[in-house]
């Protein structure tokens, strides 16, 4: 293994200190490990929870700018293609840089895009800030799982990384709920200025405790172009899957950029064995276990974000709930998340991550099932269940993924290998919402017809059938001004029967991806050199 070497360059005072160093002393915050795991956990919070609390504002902004709903889709979207992209990069900025300047950038960067969005008057504004997050969100978060990897031993990273997760867990859960009860009793703006004050407090505790670990042989020039072919291959695959859902899988456009996506890839993969100092070593997927933790990390992402991404429509459309609502029946997957990430990190600690890992997803597999088994009437005791299962199935795969990438890199690549993680949930998160839309669309276009004349109804156009399916595709009854109530009544029964039959099929493909997910969590294993860490620090 590489021998390493840390530095600390938290400051111009400060003396530089190696692996060799004595700890601080006892009580010290600079560079202890706990403290540092809180700095960097507030920091993660903001990013998590701003991938799904914007999604309670969006309807409040549509209405308070002026926007157009294609407009407003951006805000999201704008925010996980900057995201994506950025990740791996950003990665790497922290190897080069030390990840401490990086994940402060980032928080400040962060804090103050969020700031401006909630001062912004236009749509245009609010989407041009929302890319500036997720380009400030793309520094802090590889960082964050740098300096725990350099920060903790081996024996307690997986509690660290354990923590870790459940913090990402519960906000990106959580955020639907704090979304609804900001945007309902306060205003959409305050949706974005809650991370100013979070922002300042991880800053100050940022400088106070967050020391700067940096390997001996980190990088020290940058691959422009192995960035540039990389960033341009995100985002075509990030683009085609965004788009896919309005131009449809089989327009040329959608097939035009994917097929761009994959001869970007093809150059950089070529670029990455001639260049110096490259991106990303292709010698680092060399690592069964790492290629499979990536590969793992995806297909947990495809299952999850994909197949939870109806669970909302149904619990608001279907079953006619608020958003605040909907949130706290979703409370049981949150709290297992939050239950079960540390106790997963203390079973990945004591057995590996092979058995926890394929342990998790089979539960996530058998969740997904149930879940295509929800009906209209469905109680919550029944949907709590299910929830509840799949909680405890992901916190295993998101602490052992993790571990397993980061874990199975050189310490020199700690950043890139954040970046890896990160960027193979956003890409699963986004593989799934498409994949899945598209399954949901197919079955809702292929039944709609059927049951909309089964139930006596007058004939639609085919503009009229088209509206129809887009708005049964989330679940909502395609009922017009004036209809009698009787008649409205019937048309939704057939939408929500119909939206439950696409529900319970993109639940079913879920959960197949989930179980081939078990056979690749048997290639993984404990990270080889997880050792190199914690040079500064003491437990």
């Known amino acids: ?17 190696t692996s060799s160093d004595p700890a601080p002393a006892a009580g010290g915050l600079r560079g202890h490990p706990w403290f540092t795991l809180i700095t960097v956990a507030v920091g993660v919070m903001m990013v998590a929870l701003d991938g799904t609390i914007v999604a309670i504002a969006n309807p409040a902004i549509q209405k308070d700018l002026g926007a157009t709903f294609a407009e407003v889709q951006w805000i999201t979207n704008g925010y996980f293609l900057a995201l994506a992209v950025s990740l791996i990069t950003a990665g790497k900025l922290g190897d080069r840089f030390g990840h401490r300047q990086t994940f402060l950038i980032g928080v400040v960067g962060f804090a103050a895009a969020s700031g401006a969005i909630g001062l912004s008057s236009s749509i245009a504004l609010v989407v041009t800030f929302r890319v500036l997050q997720g380009l400030f969100g793309a520094l802090l978060m590889p960082a964050a799982l740098g300096l ?4 903790f031993p081996a024996e307690k990273l997986n509690m660290a990384i354990g923590i870790w997760g459940m913090v990402i867990g519960a906000s990106t859960a959580g955020g639907p709920i704090l979304g609804g009860v900001l945007v309902e009793h306060v205003n959409w703006q ?20 967050l020391l700067d670990h940096r390997a001996e042989n980190a990088p020290r020039s940058f691959d422009i172009l192995g960035i540039v072919l990389l960033s341009g291959a995100m985002f075509c695959l990030v683009w085609a899957l965004i788009k896919a859902p309005a131009w449809g899988w089989g327009d040329g456009k959608t097939w035009a950029f994917i097929a761009g ?23 680092l997927f060399r690592s069964v276990p790492l290629s499979a933790g990536v590969v ?4 947990m992402a495809i299952a999850f974000m994909g197949g939870l991404f109806f669970v909302t429509f149904y619990l608001q459309n279907v079953h006619g709930m608020s958003p605040i609502d909907a949130g706290l029946h979703l409370l049981p997957l949150t709290g297992m998340m939050i239950v079960g990430s540390p106790l997963a990190g203390a079973m990945i600690t004591k057995l590996g991550p092979r058995v926890p890992l394929a342990g998790g997803m089979a539960a996530t597999a058998i969740a997904m099932y149930g879940m295509s088994t929800l009906e209209t009437d469905t109680g919550s005791a029944v949907m709590s269940l299910w929830f509840a299962l799949l909680g405890l199935g992901l916190a295993p795969v998101m602490v052992g993924a993790t571990e397993v990438i980061v874990g199975n890199a050189p310490m020199e690549l700690s950043g890139v290998a954040g ?18 839309g598209a399954v949901m669309a197919s079955k809702v276009d292929s039944d709609l017809p059927a049951n909309w004349k089964g139930a006596g109804l007058p004939e639609l156009t085919p503009a009229q059938l088209d509206q129809a399916s887009e708005a049964v595709q989330v679940g909502v009854a395609p009922v ?17 029967d119909t939206f439950i039959s696409g529900m319970s ?9 989930a179980a081939v997910a078990v056979l690749v969590a048997l290639l993984t294993k404990r990270g080889e050199n997880a050792e190199a860490g914690a040079g500064v620090g003491h437990i």
């Open 296 to 299: 793992l990390m995806v297909l």
């Open 505 to 513: 099929l993109a639940s079913l493909v879920a959960a197949g991806v």
């Open 148 to 151: 725990l990897r350099a920060t």
């Open 1 to 17: 293994m590489t021998s390493q070497t840390t530095i600390d360059t938290t400051g111009p005072g400060d003396k530089g200190s």
């Open 261 to 283: 996506s994959v001869l970007l890839f093809a150059l950089f993969a070529f670029w990455e064995t001639k260049v110096k100092e490259p991106l990303i070593p292709l010698a």
């Open 480 to 496: 017009a001004k004036g209809t009698p109530e009787a008649i409205a009544a019937k048309i939704a029964d057939v939408a929500h």
């Open 190 to 209: 305050s949706v974005f200025f809650i991370n100013v004050p979070v922002g300042v407090l991880a800053v100050v505790l940022g400088v106070l405790i």
């Open 419 to 436: 970046g890896l993680q990160q960027a193979a949930m956003q890409i699963g998160g986004s593989l799934g919402t498409a994949v899945l």
